[in-house]
């Protein structure tokens, strides 16, 4: 596990066992707490997320034995402090052995469940949120013909785009006033034709500029 040549602070997952442990709907919900408010202890993550200490104590036990999380400094027991030892994971996308790719598509298959768990909790209270955020948040989508070249490039502006706020993850600091913990998700894939009520071949943006903000 290294970090990613792209310069973010992350942590590569290439081992079949790690990416079956990671593969757990509240492993991945802990590391994004621990990467947003971190370091917390056992008690504290277990109050966020609605869990038992002694649970969060041996999801982080799991999460430290592959080097996604890890002590930090003070405390003692299920009081010590934990944190993520980086701010995203990468996921192998193409590889040759059958035994990663499984244990790949495992990961990648939880973490499309809970993007989409975090949209409809936001789509159930939207309309209680603040006129500002209700028309600040995206949903939408929008269909276009690139070749593969241009939507990796599409990919690597959006990362110029967010990474500029990224130290704000780390840094309470710099947040400005009114600023709040904004999940922006990103899902760019070749269109495939399902059956009726699948989407069709040309989706729009809703027109006030309202959506959904997908929070996690």
Not at 35 to 63: N, V
Not at 82 to 94: C, G, I, N, Q
Not at 184 to 211: C, F, H, K, Q, W
Request: hydrophobic share 35%; proline share 6%.
């Amino acid at each position: 596990m290294s970090d990613s040549h792209t310069g973010r602070p992350t942590v590569r997952v290439t081992d079949p066992k790690a990416l079956r442990a990671l593969a757990h709907p509240l492993r991945l919900s802990l590391i994004g707490l621990l990467r947003t408010e971190g370091p917390l202890t056992a008690t504290k993550a277990g109050e966020l997320l609605g869990e038992s200490s002694a649970s969060m104590s041996f999801h982080l036990r799991q999460l430290a034995k592959y080097g996604l999380v890890e002590e930090a400094s003070g405390g003692q027991g299920r009081e010590r402090p934990w944190r993520a030892t980086k701010l995203f994971t990468d996921v192998p996308t193409v590889t040759g052995d059958p035994k990663v790719a499984a244990a790949s598509a495992l990961v990648r298959g939880v973490l499309a469940e809970n993007y989409f768990a975090s949209v409809r909790r936001w789509l159930a209270v939207r309309d209680d949120e603040p006129e500002e955020w209700q028309r600040a948040a995206q949903f939408g989508d929008t269909m276009i013909y690139v070749t593969a070249d241009e939507l990796a490039e599409l990919g690597r502006q959006y990362d110029e785009l967010t990474d500029q706020y990224l130290d704000r993850l780390t840094e309470p600091g710099l947040r400005p006033e009114g600023a709040r913990l904004v999940s922006v998700l990103r899902i760019a894939n070749p269109y495939l034709l399902g059956p009726a009520g699948s989407g069709g071949p040309g989706g729009e943006d809703e027109a006030d500029g309202a959506g959904t903000e997908p929070a996690q």
